[in-house]
T-cell receptor, first 112, second 109 residues
Framework: DGGITQSPKYLFRKEGQNVTLSCEQN?????MYWYRQDPGQGLRLIYY???????QKGDIAEGYSVSREKKESFPLTVTSAQKNPTAFYLC???????????FGSGTQLSVL | EDQVTQSPEALRLQEGESSSLNCSYT??????LFWYRQDPGKGPEFLFT???AGEEKEKERLKATLTKKESFLHITAPKPEDSATYLC??????????FGTGTKLQVIP
């Protein structure tokens, strides 16, 4: 079955550490996205990519970095510069930019 | 900037008690309005896309409608398995999708 796979489901970060969240899709979608979800807030866009080797900052990109070396993969790195990283991170993809988004199952990141 | 406001924040219904969730929006040139269902600890599940005022879509006990200023998600004779958070989002002229904060629905047997 086609879909979006995020891993790991739970991740813990020590202070000063960079961590990478994985996102893989086998839907042949061109566009991929990373959102952050905090309790009581709407989903906020971190980064998005419309094609391989190209990506744009979203509303809250500071402290995060991404790469898009393959169409299927869009990993997100939470750097030590992100001072409040505890949140639920969601990866999504769509056939074209900002058409219907399909989401992965999410990664819960917590700080030790 | 596009804005999406969902109400109520939380809703508690008895099984079989029909109701509606509201999504009010301000957007520069609506290109689409999306409804999603999200269960705790999971990613949002796509329900509907609405494109123009007057459009309606149905799926089982859910019916989504759209006007120029708001969308409603009507839930008819809900069951406990309909309990979830329902998210509304708009795709507007700023070329981005903006999400509301959601309505948490609890259906009691």
């Amino acid at each position: 079955d086609g879909g979006i796979t995020q891993s790991p489901k739970y991740l813990f970060r020590k202070e000063g550490q960079n961590v990478t969240l994985s996102c893989e899709q086998n839907l042949n979608h061109d566009a991929m996205y990373w959102y952050r979800q905090d309790p009581g807030q709407g989903l906020r866009l971190i980064y998005y990519s419309q094609i391989v080797n190209d990506f744009q900052k979203g509303d809250i990109a500071e402290g995060y970095s991404v790469s898009r070396e393959k169409k299927e993969s869009f990993p997100l790195t939470v750097t030590s510069a992100q001072k409040n990283p505890t949140a639920f991170y969601l990866c999504a993809s769509s056939i074209e930019t900002n058409e219907k988004l399909l989401f992965g199952s999410g990664t819960q990141l917590s700080v030790l | 900037e596009d804005q999406v406001t969902q109400s109520p924040e939380a809703l508690r219904l008895q099984e079989g008690e029909s109701s509606s969730l509201n999504c009010s929006y301000t957007v520069s040139g609506l290109r689409g309005l999306f409804w999603y269902r999200q269960d705790p600890g999971k990613g949002p599940e796509f329900l509907f896309t609405l494109y123009s005022a007057g459009e309606e879509k149905e799926k089982e006990r859910l019916k989504a409608t759209l006007t120029k200023k708001e969308s409603f998600l009507h839930i008819t004779a809900p069951k406990p398995e309909d309990s979830a958070t329902y998210l509304c989002a708009v795709f507007g002229g700023y070329q981005k999708v903006t999400f509301g904060t959601g309505t948490k629905l609890q259906v009691i047997p």
